[in-house]
């Protein structure tokens, strides 16, 4: 007996899922890779996620519907593969389509200077040039309104294209939004996963973010519903890690990394900052004390090959900067301000070539 495609289509037709009622032909489970070289018979079956708990009986029924549709001998015991549909991405740009770059700021655990370095690249980026809007995604620990002084500003709504949209707060030059404004800044945020979220998308979604060069999202730390609902949300250009030179941090930003570069997110890495990499005293400027470890991040960069993108010192004045709500990239003559605008440059360079590589008409105007 010849054995062709349409057999065996005919035969799994009488198989069901049992998810919907459907048969595995009509809910398009049966790939079209189907093999067949003499008595062998070989395909895949598609689900929507590689947990589904009918994974084996529809596979175990889909081989007694061959056998006994289409003959005994048969052989397709084995032979059935099994695939998970892979959802794709948001198209870029279609929820904020004045946003020309998203970058992710993350870190994998926190207290090694993450809200610190997202604030003054925003700033910095503002520094060369460019339009940039920066959202607080920290839920639970918002910081960005202290590191701007703008603790006390009450964000509104206003009426544009027949849709009530939030107004971001401008200050140095950047648009800000925070959770961080619509809470009471001593009480806790008590909030489940999926309010969280929600409370996420909406300050993305429900706001006038405008024509925007670089959008800096400032990640909370670690891996959580947060990260998964922003790489669900937005098509990100890429993401900046953050991590100071110790072995513990490290190993926690080696996590992040995995979980953005997992098949099941796939968004680039740009990049890895290393933060608090030396002490320098302000008396002593040319002195550099490694407290927390020598280049753990290059070493780092170098093991996972990924760009690093800048070395930023433990210096006093970058923590007064953060706590008075005048980050250090603001003056561009200090070390530290150099620091943050070089970080900068390298972020805008990284992001012109993700791009050029994605696409390579795509012209992205790089300023000095």
């Not at 048969?74 to 794709?88: L, P």
């Amino acid at each position: 007996m010849t054995i062709y495609p349409k057999l065996i289509i005919d035969a799994l037709s009488h198989v069901r899922y049992p998810g919907s009622g459907k048969t595995i032909v009509e809910a398009g489970m049966v790939d079209d890779d189907i093999r067949i070289e003499g008595n062998k018979v070989s395909f895949s079956l598609i689900f929507d996620k590689p947990t589904d708990p009918f994974i084996k009986s529809v596979v175990k029924a889909a081989e007694t519907a061959i056998q006994t549709h289409v003959g005994s001998q048969v052989e397709i015991a084995g032979n059935i593969r099994v695939a998970t549909r892979q959802k794709a991405r948001p198209e870029p740009l279609q929820l904020l389509p004045g946003v020309q770059n998203i970058i992710g700021v993350s870190s994998g655990k926190g207290g090694v200077g993450k809200s610190t370095v997202a604030s003054n690249l925003a700033v910095a980026l503002a520094r060369l040039g460019y339009r940039v809007g920066l959202l607080d995604a920290d839920i639970f620990g918002p910081s960005v309104p202290k590191m701007f002084d703008v603790e006390e500003a009450r964000p509104y709504a206003e009426q544009i294209g027949g849709r009530d949209l939030i107004i971001p707060v401008e200050k140095y030059g950047v648009k800000l939004l925070s959770i961080g404004f619509f809470v009471d800044p001593d009480q806790a945020t008590l909030w489940r996963g999926g309010m969280a979220s929600n409370a996420l998308k909406q300050l993305i979604t429900d706001a006038n973010w405008g024509q925007l060069d670089y959008f800096v999202i400032d990640l909370p730390p670690g891996t959580s519903d947060i990260h998964l609902t922003i790489v669900q949300t937005l098509p990100l250009t890429g993401v900046v890690v953050v991590s100071t030179p110790q072995e513990v941090a490290l190993a926690d930003a080696r996590k992040g990394i995995n979980m953005f570069t997992n098949e099941k997110v796939n968004v680039p890495i740009l990049g890895l900052v290393e933060n608090m990499a030396w002490f320098t005293p302000a008396e002593l400027p040319e002195n550099r004390y490694y407290l927390f470890g020598r280049e753990g991040v290059r070493k780092l960069s170098e093991e996972m090959q990924l760009p690093l993108l800048g070395q930023i010192p433990l210096v006093q004045s970058i923590r007064e900067g953060g706590d008075e709500g005048l980050p250090v990239a603001l003056n561009g003559d200090s070390v530290t301000g150099q620091a943050f605008l070089q970080l900068a440059e390298r972020v805008v360079e990284e992001t012109v070539r993700r791009n050029a590589e994605q696409d390579p008409t795509r012209i992205v105007e790089v300023r000095r």
